[in-house]
């Protein structure tokens, strides 16, 4: 877990002006008791008992530059003008000098958050996206920003300043009676301390309650997801009943073990403050009585330390809820602090040294192996030359390795041994921004984001020509369904494209390849989820890119191979055989094999 050190580091940014205001806050506390000081002594002038030298000399003092005659009543005046001052001027100029702060370095920082974690996710590998998930990793950001928020003008206006007055307090009734002090500070240490040492064995408490949530959230965004195949499979009650259980158990957590300890605490402070309380009050009663200290010094001995006492309810109130946003705030910083990618550096390095690669499209897979876990083989001694505008499939069962090794042409991961050559050049050695931007791939599910057609088909070249987006939309057969739509390129297509078929986005997906202009071309399994007739289209759409740049095809339906120079069938990460259509199934392999079974039916 971050540690609280941490958290601080977030207001590194803003320390001079926050010590200031946190300070400033501090000493208004301070002057705040002037009010129950002042009073006593407005008690001694009622009671024809002298006031504390320090106020005698101040109203000497104004006597003396007023001409007023300093008498009884002069003197309530003063004490009453110093009320006035503390109370009704100090009121509007407050909230400018302290909260203004507090908030304002709470809202920066926020903003500063939000930034990070932005160009957090899209450094992250893509290997912590399959470990969580959208719903769990939007519910830690959320609940740690917006925790975070809350929590510093809380301790910076309120706990601190209060830990202040409380100080403040201590040197009032030392300075009327020391022996007061001692009894107020041992009470008011061990309260505190065992107050911190209790919320510290919750806090472990709410660690492992926030995980449970987390979880409990992330099920309920992939009930969202996936609410079709729910209903599909009238799963309903099932999931009704799988979070209700979790609910319940979340309830039964934050009763039994959580507030049941907070009641606890609470029970036992009051218990402890209340008997404090009265033995001060017994023992001011008897020095006022015996003539030690003046009714005066007694009525502020009494309200401060009950004011003083007062102040470890509201004291406890934040540390319980600072301790209640302790854990999801740690496990937002752990976010920020996951291990990015090693190509982090997209978002800082600078690509002006470089000229524009252009790459006629060769590449050579030398001697390549890879494995996520180690002795965990996904590929192993991969050679493979690709030619120029040579278009190349690759085939094989699931898991055989396909997917992995366009990742690692893509830069998404290293590999374990061996190398990956293009025009002759390590691709690690490359700016991985421009080696990026020569490569486009059409995935098997393509991403559409929320915005206009125009804005998706642009989306990898935002200069590029209208008309050379309309070219691109007609090799990809974009252009026969776009006009179908009243705002033509300009209509929004909704949250992750629900208004596009998959076929459209398919050929969205092509199209937008297209306009970036790559010299590699990548189709991963661009067609295994569609219907018949998309598929006939976005095969046409493919076969009039064929031969006008490197283009590599990830396939499960080899029907979308046939035309391919090449075709490259892989096997428990291995190559086993390489040809054409023809070739392969004169080679009665694995191909022939694969190709005979979607023949007939018995894999599609």
Partial sequence: MISWKDLIKSYRNYRQIAIFSILLSGA?????????????QIINVLSYQPIDNILQNLVNLLANITNI????????????????????VRSPIQPWLTDWFHWEIAFKVRQEQLKDTVRKILTLPLSFYDEYNPGRITNRIAKGVENQLWTYPEIAGQLIPKIIRVLGIFVIILLIDWKISVIFIISFTLILIFSIKHLSKILIQEELLDKHSETTQSLTSELITNIRTVKSFSTERRELRRQDKRLDRELKYILFRIHKEYVKLVTWQKTVIQ??????????????????????????????SSMAYAELDPITQ????????????????????????????????????????????????????????????????????????????????????????????????????????????????????????????????????????????????????????????????????????PQGYYTIVGERGVRLSGGQRQRIGIARALIVEPDVLIFDEATSSLDYESEKLIQLAMSSILGTRTTIIIAHRLSTVREADKIVVLDDGKIVEIGNHQQLLEHQGIYHRLHSLQETGELS
């Fill in 28 to 40: 208004l506390e301070i002057i705040d008791l002037m009010v129950p000081y002042v009073t006593g």
């Fill in 69 to 88: 005659p300093n008498n009884r009543v002069f003197s309530l005046v003063i004490l009453l003008g110093i009320i006035c001052l503390v109370t009704v």
């Fill in 318 to 485: 934040l540390a319980e809820i600072f301790a209640r946003r302790y854990s999801s705030m740690s496990r937002f910083h752990e976010f920020l602090h996951s291990p990015s990618g090693e190509d982090a550096a997209i978002l800082t390095q600078q690509s002006i040294n470089h000229k524009p690669y252009q790459f006629t499209g060769k590449i050579h897979f030398n001697n390549l192996s890879f494995a996520y876990h180690e002795n965990n083989w996904v590929l192993q001694n991969i050679n493979l030359l690709i030619h120029p505008y040579e278009t190349v499939a690759i085939v094989g069962k699931s898991g055989s390795g396909k997917s992995t090794l366009i990742k690692l042409l893509l830069r998404y991961f290293q590999s374990t041994q061996g190398q990956i050559l293009m025009d002759g050049q390590d691709i690690k050695t490359l700016d991985i921004v421009q080696y990026r931007q020569r490569l486009a791939m059409v995935h098997q599910e393509v991403e559409i984001f929320n915005g206009t057609l125009l804005d998706n088909l642009t989306y990898g070249n935002r200069s590029v020509s209208f008309e050379a987006v309309e070219t691109a939309s007609k090799i990809a057969r974009v252009d026969e369904f776009i006009n179908q739509f």
């Fill in 275 to 304: 008997s404090s309380v009265f033995l001060i009050l017994v023992y001011s009663l008897v020095i006022t009585v015996q003539g030690y200290i003046s009714l005066g010094h007694f009525i502020t001995l009494i309200t401060v």
